[in-house]
Nanobody
């Protein structure tokens, strides 16, 4: 299973970015796909997750600013990030839960300048 992320970059505070993650190498529908992030010196944390049922989870720190969505066949997941803050700066990782295994992308850097 391969997860390929795109869409990171540098943006000013208050700006927006959209991350994409495409899953390949499996014919099994993921149970869930999501985004995690890790800032220097911090543990990796859940940002947002969407289940095959459509149910979503968000970290409290991003509620109302970030929106996770997926395509109909659940091979691509998106993270729309609005009203970005400097504290959102981190490497963002795509995650897919397939059967009982976790798969990770290589990460994409998001940097928000003040």
């Amino acid at each position: 299973v391969q997860l390929v992320e795109s869409g990171g970059g540098l943006v000013q505070a208050g700006g927006s970015l959209r991350l994409s993650c495409v899953a390949s190498g499996t014919g099994i529908r993921p149970t869930a796909m999501g985004w995690y992030r890790q800032a220097p010196g911090n543990q990796r944390e859940l940002v947002a997750r969407i289940f095959s049922t459509g149910i979503t989870n968000y970290a409290d720190s991003v509620k109302g600013r970030f929106t996770i969505s997926r395509d109909n066949i659940f091979k691509t997941v998106y993270l729309q990030m609005d009203t970005l803050k400097p504290e959102d700066t981190a490497v963002y990782y795509c995650n897919a839960q397939i059967v009982r295994s976790d798969y990770w992308g290589q990460g994409t850097q998001v940097t928000v300048s003040s």
